[in-house]
Each structure stands twice: as structure tokens, then as C-alpha cells.
């Protein structure tokens, strides 16, 4: 199912709409951006999407090329489009396919906008971590835009409440409440210190780079010793 289906719009409303479905969209992009080391030459961006972040990342590492991986054909359109309407011209190149699946070449960074959340299992985002630690160079970053809310009960409930206030202020009632329901059909929202905990164990050390409600951008930079790379093979 492409990400349009999913959220039950049309391709061509995404970036208009996606305000309205996510919290603080712009501050979530702009930080997860600002965690891109501006001497990157290599950023593989998982689930690009319609190219919000990358053009943000690219705006930021000015020398840098993109390398986009993205299932949904139409959605990567829309990002070469955007892209290409850079000034200078963005320097780019995009997959069709799964970013589980997709390879990822050597690379500087790697950044997802909502995109890791599509990962169903934890173990299947271990493996995915892994890889990433695998095509970074030395003192590459892995950001991630996304949901991880609590792991406390009372405080997910909350942050969960906060979200469908956001979504009943641009839809009616039954219709906001029921976009959760229906993308937790395919989401995974891997708590916040559970999702840190993943990334620690495939080798890398975390930042949160920027918190609110459910939300969060989380830089990992790679571990640098011996015995961190030696913990990592052994995961």
C-alpha cells in the first residue's frame, strides 16, 4: 500500500495535508535538517517521501548528494520535481523499492521523516540499524523524524489525547479520531526509550534532538571503539 493509500489521500495532497495529520510538522523537519552534519557529500534518505527533509537537508549540506529510497513511485516524483526546482538544482538520485530491502550505499547521514515507523517488528528495525552502521563513514549520523511516544501508560494516553486534538481541529470529530484507528493498523510507534535502546544495541550513541507529545528527533552518531563495533557484530 503506498503511504497516500494509507493515509487515505491523494498523492498530489500529501504535503498539504500531512500538516494537518502530524503536530509541529515544521519544527520536527527543521530540527531533524539541523542534525545533518553540514559536511556531509552523502545522505541516504529512507521512505523520501515527497522530498520535504531531504530539500532541508540539502539546503543545510550545501556539497551534498541525495540518494532517495522510497516505495511509492508517485511520492518520489514529487521529490525529483521538488528537487530539481532547487536553486542550484539539487544533486539526486532515487530507488523504487523497500529500504528494508533497498541496498545503502556508503554514506555520510541518513535520515527518515515518518517513514521508520512502517517497520513492523523490532527485530526487523535491528537489522535495518545495523545495516545503517554499516554504510555510514566515520562520523556518520542516522536522524529519525518520528512517533515514539511514552512507555508510561497514563503519559502515552496523554500524548495520544494531544494528537486527536491536533486532527479535530482540521477534521470533524468521528473522522479525526478514527485516522489513528485506522493507521494503527499498519503503524509501529515504538516507545521513545525502547526506540534508543534499538539504536544502542546496533552500535551507534543517541541524542534527542528535539521532544514534544509523541514526537521526537533522535540523532545517532556511531560509536567509535573497538569494543562498541565488536557489541554490535554480536547483536
Known amino acids: ?18 500538516r494537518t495529520f502530524i503536530p509541529d510538522y515544521e519544527a520536527l523537519i527543521d530540527a531533524g535538517a539541523a542534525a545533518v552534519p553540514r559536511s556531509a557529500r552523502t545522505i541516504v534518505d529512507l521512505g523520501t517521501g515527497t522530498g520535504a527533509l531531504a ?8 556539497r551534498a548528494r541525495l ?10 516524483a514529487i521529490a525529483a520535481q521538488r528537487l530539481a526546482a532547487a536553486r542550484p538544482p539539487a544533486r539526486a538520485s532515487f530507488v523504487t523499492g523497500n529500504f528494508l530491502r533497498a541496498p545503502i550505499p556508503p554514506c555520510d547521514a541518513v535520515v527518515a521523516s515518518f517513514a521508520l515507523h512502517h517497520v513492523r517488528t523490532r527485530a526487523a528495525k535491528l537489522r535495518l540499524y545495523q545495516r545503517v552502521r554499516s554504510a555510514l563513514a ?16 497514563a503519559e502515552a494516553r496523554a500524548q495520544r489525547e494531544a494528537w486527536t486534538a491536533h486532527l479535530r481541529r482540521s477534521y470533524p470529530r468521528r473522522q479525526a479520531d478514527g485516522f489513528l484507528h485506522a493507521w494503527s493498523k499498519e503503524d509501529v510507534y515504538v516507545p521513545l526509550e525502547a526506540e534508543v535502546g534499538l539504536l544502542e ?35
Open 201 to 235: 544495541r546496533a552500535g551507534f550513541r543517541v541524542d534527542v534532538r528535539w521532544r514534544h507529545g509523541s514526537f521526537a528527533v533522535l540523532r545517532a552518531r556511531l560509536r567509535a571503539t573497538g569494543a562498541s563495533a565488536r557489541q554490535a557484530a554480536a547483536v
Open 67 to 76: 540518494h532517495g529510497i522510497d516505495a511509492d513511485a508517485g511520492m518520489l
Open 1 to 18: 500500500m503506498s503511504v497516500a493509500s494509507h493515509l487515505g489521500i491523494d498523492v498530489a495532497e500529501y504535503d498539504a495535508r500531512i
Open 138 to 153: 566515520r562520523g556518520g549520523v542516522l536522524v529519525s523524524v518520528d512517533c515514539n511516544p511514552s512507555r508510561d501508560p
Open 55 to 62: 530539500a532541508r537537508c540539502l539546503q543545510r549540506a550545501r
